[in-house]
């Protein structure tokens, strides 16, 4: 059974000032999406899931879905703000979407194999889709022992200001727990540093680069309504995704293999961040690692 890849793609980035997810970055306009996908179709997956928004279907098709066409199967969930459980009501003045949980939630109907989730901003690298693909395809479908692929934080920098990343405490291979960290960045006297203290070079942190099988979606559906529940009033509140599973993983619900990758991560978190994303694809491409024209 090939897994699939389920990719949040419905945000936009207000610091880069648009939707970074259809930014050129490759030598033949290929966008930072693409190399996911085209890893991710070399390492076994058998379907994609475009998590966006309805009101960029159309542009989005027109700049990813269309160049997969017959390379394999192709499907588009919405998220909105009235994707909400009955019982509850959007309230006035809210705009934002209900956060990466929910996002994923809306793919419920999508997925019926063991999945992952991914970013569609963010450039993961050919091991990281070869090391959960591998283990996806090795899990049971009804299984509550989940994965996750682990950064090094050394490799998860950008040189324009600091970046949020979850530290992952791991202990025996598993993630005990994910801690949001804030505005980490590489000091000039060479000190990872973020806004409690001090980190060290193979900190493992996350990318949201998650392994599941569908059983989440129970989790998600029950987790959602108690969110909503405790914070459905609020304007700003977030459901998401790595709180989901550390309170799955605290309760003994789910277990959380932690799956190193070597490869350095990619994204435009900053605008400035785009020549150097482009450099680096640029020296893969030469290296032989990706086509000059990845679809052609």
Request: net charge negative; hydrophobic share 40%; proline share 4%.
């Amino acid at each position: 059974m090939k897994p699939t890849l389920v990719i949040m793609a419905a945000g936009i980035g207000s610091r880069y000032g648009g939707l970074k997810q259809v930014d050129p970055v490759g030598p033949s306009g290929e966008i930072v999406l693409d190399y996911s996908v085209f890893d991710a179709i070399r390492a076994g997956f058998g379907k994609v899931v475009f998590i966006i928004r309805p009101e960029i279907e159309e542009a989005f098709k027109e700049v990813v879905g269309h160049k997969l066409d017959g390379k394999l199967d192709v499907e588009y969930v919405f998220q909105t703000l009235e994707k909400i459980p009955k019982g509850f009501s959007v309230p006035e003045g809210r705009s934002k979407p209900w956060g990466t949980a929910q996002a994923i939630l809306v793919a419920r109907d999508a997925v019926k194999t063991p999945f992952a989730v991914i970013n569609a901003d963010d450039f993961y690298g050919r091991e990281s889709f070869e090391v959960i693909a591998k283990q996806l395809m090795a899990t049971d479908v009804n299984s509550t022992d989940f994965s996750m692929v682990g950064f090094y934080i050394k490799n998860t920098l950008s040189s324009y200001g600091g970046v949020a990343r979850g530290y992952c405490d791991v202990q025996n291979g598993k993630l005990v727990t994910v801690t949001e960290r804030f505005n980490i960045e590489r000091q000039k006297d060479g000190v990872i540093r973020y806004d409690g203290g001090e980190m060290a070079d193979d900190d493992m942190v996350s990318m949201n680069t998650w392994g599941f099988t569908p059983k989440l979606f129970d989790f998600l559906d029950r987790g959602f309504v108690d969110f909503l529940s405790l914070r459905g009033t609020e304007l700003k509140s977030e459901y998401l995704l790595p709180e989901l599973i550390d309170g799955m993983i605290q309760s003994g619900e789910a277990t959380v293999e932690v799956l190193p990758s070597n490869e350095k991560w990619m994204g435009v978190t900053y605008s400035e961040d785009k020549p150097q994303v482009m450099a680096g694809i640029r020296v893969l491409t030469d290296a032989g690692m990706y086509p000059k024209n990845l679809w052609a």
